[in-house]
T-cell receptor
Framework: GESVGLHLPTLSVQEGDNSIINCAYS??????FIWYKQESGKGPQFIID?????DKRQGQRVTVLLNKTVKHLSLQIAATQPGDSAVYFC????????????FGTGTLLAVQP | ETGVTQSPTHLIKTRGQQVTLRCSSQ?????VSWYQQALGQGPQFIFQ???????GRGNFPPRFSGLQFPNYSSELNVNALELDDSALYLC????????????FGPGTRLLVL
């Protein structure tokens, strides 16, 4: 992905609902993908990752789906809680001497009580 | 908590000045990457250090420089500060340069006046 603009896409959900956050990446050679959560005033926090040889991976309350054909990544959060409110970034990288992460724009998840 | 620490937490400088930011990596990690995050955007890769050597650099001018020490802590130095350097500076550590999962510190908020 590439970061563009100053206005973050926002997803507003009700507490208890499931959330789906989407991300597009641009480098077809990318082989590793990570979702990070960033709360206001804090650094990005690792949530879940997936390699290009997989199309789905599950964690605790989170699932990441990877569609390499259309270069699309999604993060599903089950039973969304107020503590999930944050900006969510996808990042990708490809095998090489430097594993620099390329971050997407970010999505602001707002959980309504 | 990731175990990655950064100092200072906040800093105010004026144009033309120089600044040094510090990062202590997580125990057992020998690779540190630095990112710049402008307000409302995703982090942008500055450079990476592996075992005290620079191991890749993003699209940043030479006035951005760094160091890594034998204990794998790291410094980011920025000379001749410009207004656009105002941002959150993040460091991330990983077990090895080939280990893609990067764990971020809380960041240093730099304001250039």
């Amino acid at each position: 992905g590439e970061s563009v603009g100053l206005h973050l896409p926002t997803l507003s959900v009700q507490e208890g609902d499931n959330s789906i956050i989407n991300c597009a990446y641009s480098n077809s050679a990318s082989d590793y993908f990570i979702w990070y959560k960033q709360e206001s005033g804090k650094g990005p926090q690792f949530i879940i990752d997936i390699r290009s040889n997989m199309d789905k991976r599950q964690g605790q309350r989170v699932t990441v789906l990877l569609n390499k054909t259309v270069k699309h990544l999604s993060l599903q959060i089950a039973a969304t809680q107020p503590g999930d409110s944050a900006v969510y970034f996808c990042a990708d990288t490809y095998g090489g001497a430097t594993n620099k992460l390329i971050f997407g724009t970010g999505t602001l998840l707002a959980v309504q009580p | 908590e990731t175990g990655v620490t950064q100092s200072p937490t906040h800093l105010i400088k004026t144009r033309g000045q120089q600044v040094t930011l510090r990062c202590s990596s997580q125990s057992g990690h020998n690779t540190v990457s630095w990112y710049q995050q402008a307000l409302g955007q995703g982090p942008q890769f500055i450079f990476q250090y592996y075992r005290e050597e620079e191991n890749g650099r993003g699209n940043f001018p030479p006035r951005f420089s760094g160091l890594q020490f034998p204990n794998y802590s790291s410094e980011l130095n920025v000379n001749a500060l410009e207004l656009d350097d105002s941002a959150l500076y993040l460091c991330a550590s990983s077990r090895d340069r080939k280990q893609e999962t990067q764990y971020f510190g809380p960041g240093t908020r730099l304001l250039v006046l």
